[in-house]
């Protein structure tokens, strides 16, 4: 009985130590469909109910926050940093900075972001 407990409990830690790193894997996928301008992945990754903040402070929902994640120039180089992911139950989160540089490597500018995702099924979405 101990050791099935046991097992149970290792089975359900390995489970929420992977899920970070889901966020974090997210993310990755995320960046790569702003540069690629790959709006099929955004719009399945973003929650229909989502509400956002840009960093002009303009508010905007799902299709909004896609246009305008697709629509950036490619003389842009996008990366994210210090990033960091936490996971409560259904509820996860992902802080971390944006930036942008020129072609040439300067930074033309920085964005702080948090994004807050709900497992629905067996999907991360953000919402």
């Known amino acids: 009985m101990i050791r099935s407990l046991t097992l149970c409990l290792l089975l359900v830690q390995t489970a929420y ?4 790193e889901q966020l974090l894997a997210l993310e ?14 955004l719009r ?11 960093a002009t402070g303009q508010t905007v929902d799902k299709t909004k926050a896609v246009e305008f994640l ?14 960091k992911a936490k996971v409560a139950g259904s509820v996860g ?3 971390g900075k944006l930036v942008s540089k020129s072609k040439s490597g300067s930074i033309i500018g920085q ?3 948090l994004r807050i995702y709900h497992m629905q099924g067996n999907a ?4």
């Open 111 to 113: 964005t702080r972001f």
């Open 124 to 127: 991360w979405r953000i919402i």
């Open 44 to 54: 399945s990754v973003y929650d229909d109910s989502f509400h956002g903040v840009l």
């Open 70 to 83: 697709t629509s950036s120039s490619p003389h842009i180089q996008w990366a994210i940093i210090e990033v």
């Open 28 to 41: 990755d996928k995320h960046l790569a469909a702003m540069v690629s301008s790959d709006s099929a992945f």
């Open 93 to 95: 989160w992902t802080v």
């Open 17 to 20: 130590a992977q899920e970070p």
